[in-house]
Nanobody, 111 residues
Framework: QVQLVESGGGLVQPGGSLRLSCAAS????????MAWYRQAPGKQREWVAH???????SIANSVKDRFTISRDNTKITVYLQMNSLKPEDTAVYYC?????WGQGTQVTVSS
């Protein structure tokens, strides 16, 4: 059974940085796309970024200049590096692999 566990969220001031991690287990993740989504209060879940097995990345325009996604296939972990955080980045961030979702990690950007 596939499992995804996110970590790294927290409270950060505007302009700060966080790195989210998603540890995966239960499958061979090296050949599939993994993604990050986020859901702000009162809003629909939105795609943030994804990374292919070969390392090709795609980032949402709203965060393109500030966020990067990476993966470590040996550790079966995907990362989301978030820099220059803004209050509008406040959301629960979810890791995704196919039909499987992690439990989410809260990111709050506030002074």
């Amino acid at each position: 059974q596939v499992q995804l566990v996110e970590s790294g969220g927290g409270l950060v001031q505007p302009g700060g940085s966080l790195r989210l991690s998603c540890a995966a287990s239960g499958s061979d993740f090296s050949t599939y796309v993994m993604a990050w989504y986020r859901q702000a209060p009162g809003k629909q879940r939105e795609w943030v970024a994804h990374i292919t097995s070969s390392g090709r990345t795609s980032i949402a325009n709203s965060v393109k200049d500030r966020f990067t996604i990476s993966r470590d296939n040996t550790k079966i972990t995907v990362y989301l590096q978030m820099n220059s955080l803004k209050p509008e980045d406040t959301a629960v961030y979810y890791c995704n692999y196919g039909v499987t979702w992690g439990q989410g990690t809260q990111v709050t950007v506030s002074s």
